[in-house]
């Protein structure tokens, strides 16, 4: 890999999916897209990204974007979001509605329909959760909703035994989430730099979280200002632990630990600090 395959690399990804990649990713993309070379039996990145830049509709581009995004996910990651939601969505009397920006292979929207399934009974049926992603992989993952046992074994025993159904014979050492949870969640391939989301909107709570950092500030706060008109007058942006938006966008103020409300409406709660 060339430094010119590399700067063509970073153009490509930016261009496609507003990822902004650092000089340090370099080692990283060369690896995840060697074996993209391999699979077409080429041996020069310039000829592999030609390829891609001659066929605008290529499938390959969806393999390309697969290879560069990275998917760090867990069960109740950044566990103190989830009491807050549970708080926000307990009085509420229409069914709930959330989206999960960056699903990734499963694991947060699945920990969601956990928290609104212990929140709301039966009520929690009505719920619905859009769960989305640029990497298809990810989602094929999120889909199967089977996941290796050390991974279910870090929740607790209350959780394991009502939401998972443990595998045996073949499917020993994994555990499928029950039906009843993968019914809440709809999974959809979505591209956050696309002109049309096709989301309805009404969300009592978009999670972005962990996703926003690897685009630059301009993509950011484009992607916020389409936040606005998807939430409920009070409803919350969860972002991720190293993510900052009080400086990005006006229309959201900090209301607790990188959790956002729209800034155009009275918080009910002294914010927390800063």
Same mark, same amino acid.
């Given at each position: 890999?060339?430094?010119?395959?590399?700067? +063509? @690399?970073?153009?490509?990804?930016?261009? +496609?999916?507003?990822? @902004?990649?650092? &000089?340090?990713? /370099?080692?990283? #993309?060369?690896?995840?897209? !060697?074996?993209?070379?391999?699979?077409?039996?080429?041996?020069?990145?310039?000829?592999?990204?030609? /390829?891609?830049? +001659?066929?605008?509709?290529?499938?390959?581009? =969806?393999?390309?974007?697969?290879?560069?995004?990275? %998917?760090?996910?867990?069960?109740?990651? $950044?566990?103190?979001?989830?009491?807050?939601? !549970? %708080?926000?969505?307990?009085?509420?009397?229409?069914? #709930?509605?959330?989206?999960?920006?960056?699903?990734?292979?499963?694991?947060?929207?699945?920990?969601?329909?956990?928290?609104?399934?212990?929140?709301?009974?039966?009520?929690?049926? &009505?719920?619905?959760?859009?769960?989305?992603?640029?990497?298809? =992989?990810?989602?094929?993952?999120? /889909?199967?909703? #089977?996941?290796?046992?050390?991974? #279910?074994?870090?929740?607790?025993?209350?959780?394991?035994?009502?939401?998972?159904?443990?595998?045996?014979?073949? +499917?020993?050492?994994?555990?499928?989430?029950?039906? $009843?949870?993968?019914?809440?969640? &709809?999974?959809?391939?979505?591209?956050?730099? !696309?002109?049309?989301?096709?989301?309805?909107?009404?969300?009592? !709570?978009?999670?972005?979280? %962990?996703?926003?950092?690897?685009?630059?500030? *301009?993509?950011?706060?484009?992607?916020? =200002?389409?936040?606005?008109?998807?939430?409920?007058?009070?409803?919350?942006?969860?972002?991720?632990?190293? $993510?900052?938006?009080?400086?990005?966008?006006?229309?959201?103020?900090?209301?607790?630990?990188?959790?956002? &409300?729209?800034?155009? *409406?009275?918080?009910?709660?002294?914010?927390?600090?800063?």
């Amino acid at each position: 890999m060339t430094d010119t395959d590399f700067d +063509r @690399v970073r153009k490509l990804i930016y261009q +496609r999916a507003g990822i @902004v990649l650092a &000089e340090h990713k /370099r080692e990283m #993309v060369y690896s995840r897209l !060697a074996r993209r070379l391999r699979h077409h039996k080429l041996t020069l990145f310039s000829e592999y990204l030609a /390829r891609l830049e +001659r066929q605008a509709d290529s499938k390959e581009w =969806e393999a390309f974007t697969n290879a560069l995004t990275t %998917n760090l996910t867990a069960f109740f990651r $950044e566990a103190h979001h989830f009491p807050l939601l !549970a %708080n926000h969505v307990a009085a509420s009397t229409a069914p #709930v509605r959330i989206w999960c920006a960056a699903a990734s292979t499963g694991e947060e929207p699945y920990s969601i329909a956990m928290t609104l399934h212990e929140t709301l009974g039966a009520r929690a049926r &009505e719920a619905r959760i859009i769960a989305t992603d640029i990497d298809t =992989e990810a989602l094929a993952k999120a /889909r199967e909703a #089977v996941y290796p046992l050390e991974q #279910v074994l870090k929740l607790s025993e209350t959780r394991r035994k009502q939401f998972f159904l443990r595998g045996g014979g073949a +499917r020993a050492g994994l555990a499928r989430i029950r039906p $009843e949870l993968t019914a809440m969640v &709809e999974l959809r391939q979505l591209n956050l730099l !696309a002109q049309n989301w096709s989301l309805d909107g009404g969300f009592d !709570a978009i999670f972005c979280r %962990n996703i926003m950092i690897y685009f630059d500030k *301009q993509t950011q706060a484009k992607i916020l =200002e389409r936040f606005v008109p998807l939430l409920k007058p009070n409803g919350l942006l969860f972002a991720g632990h190293s $993510e900052n938006f009080s400086y990005i966008s006006q229309a959201f103020r900090l209301r607790g630990q990188t959790v956002y &409300e729209l800034a155009s *409406q009275p918080s009910s709660r002294p914010s927390a600090s800063r």
